[in-house]
């Protein structure tokens, strides 16, 4: 009989805004997750005065970051950055395990302003051409891995789909949704962003066994080409029910990951993992800012006074840090 097993959870309950949910289909080999956001991508966009479709790229650049950063089995961060020609010269994501995030964007205003005028403002049009990086960072004393892919005129899922055809080489398909709305409050309308995305990979238990459990394919020994995944019907049958979902059922807060699921896989039947939470946090401190600027030059830190202070923003969470020069004084130079 088709079911949903949700462990560790009463059936009633279902998953909340800013939470990923893992999954796994076996009578298919497949598994994937789902994440959804609310508060925590409205907290990070509403620190910024982005246009909104550079608010709405970064939001999807968000989505992709969490659904690939979560997959980390160890402590770690997983960082997504984008440099291209496009009017959207930059996105960057962090993300930190279990479920820490912060981001960012650079643009030319102008330029975006040009593209939303002549209705141009696609993901597309926006990145232009370049490089999509994604880096592993595994801490101090861990080498770091990063793959890259290119960047060509398509959106954030062509890019996903190309980096795991030629790195990863297993079957994947990647669903972006971000959505604006616009509500009613005593101040007047506010805006309010929401996204969702799900990722769904093929992977027989043949060809996990082959792997091993600990190494991707795209983690091959040197001099070993990495085991491709084979598509077979299964991946068919999955790829065409992903293929489904609309974008207003990964960002509708009243549609949970698990219904969803059940709609998709309900004949084969879906199992759920405990889902893990998210949110909005970055590691800028007052501390931090002032190591950073002790590590300068005293020739440099004079440049940056204005007014008898430094001031220092930071680019993620967009907070102010004030000092006064001699409060940054390295040791060497008093």
């Known amino acids: 009989m088709s079911n949903i097993i949700i462990p560790s959870r009463a059936p009633s309950e279902s998953t909340a805004d800013d939470s990923i949910l893992p999954f796994e289909v076996a009578a298919l080999d497949l598994r994937g997750r789902i994440v959804r956001l609310g508060p925590m991508l409205d907290d990070i966009l509403a620190r910024h005065d982005y246009p909104s479709p550079v608010a709405k790229l970064l939001g999807e650049a968000i989505v992709l970051t969490v659904l690939l950063g979560s997959s980390l089995k160890f402590d770690g961060r997983f960082i997504l950055q984008t440099q291209a020609d496009g009017p959207v010269r930059m996105l960057v994501v962090d993300y930190m395990s279990p479920g820490k995030v912060r981001a960012c964007a ?40 990063q793959g890259l892919v290119a960047l060509a005129g398509g959106d954030l899922e062509d890019a996903a789909h190309e980096y795991f055809l030629r790195s990863e080489q297993i079957p994947t398909r990647v669903r972006l949704a971000v959505a604006e709305e616009l509500r009613a409050s005593s101040g007047g309308p506010r805006h309010r962003w929401r996204a969702g995305g799900m990722l769904l990979q093929f992977l027989p238990k043949k060809a996990e066994r082959m792997r091993g459990p600990d190494l991707d394919p795209g983690d091959a020994p040197e001099g070993m080409a990495p085991h491709i995944v084979p598509e077979d019907e299964a991946w068919v049958e999955g790829r065409s029910l992903i293929a489904t979902v609309d974008d207003i059922e990964l960002v509708d807060e009243d549609l949970s990951s698990e219904r969803l699921l059940y709609r998709l896989f309900h004949e084969r039947g879906v199992r759920v993992f405990r889902s893990r939470t998210l949110h909005a946090e970055c590691s800028c401190s007052r501390d931090n800012v002032a190591a950073m600027l002790r590590s300068f030059s005293r020739d440099d830190r004079d440049h940056m006074v204005e007014n008898g202070r430094i001031s220092v923003t930071c680019e993620f969470c967009n907070s102010q840090y004030v000092f006064k020069p001699e409060d940054v004084a390295s040791e060497q130079s008093g």
Do not use: C, K, W
């Open 106 to 145: 650079r643009f030319d205003e102008s330029r975006v302003a040009a593209a939303i005028a002549s209705q141009e403002a696609s993901a597309g049009n926006l990145l232009g051409r370049g490089h999509l990086a994604m880096t592993i960072d595994q801490g101090p004393d861990m080498s770091r891995y």
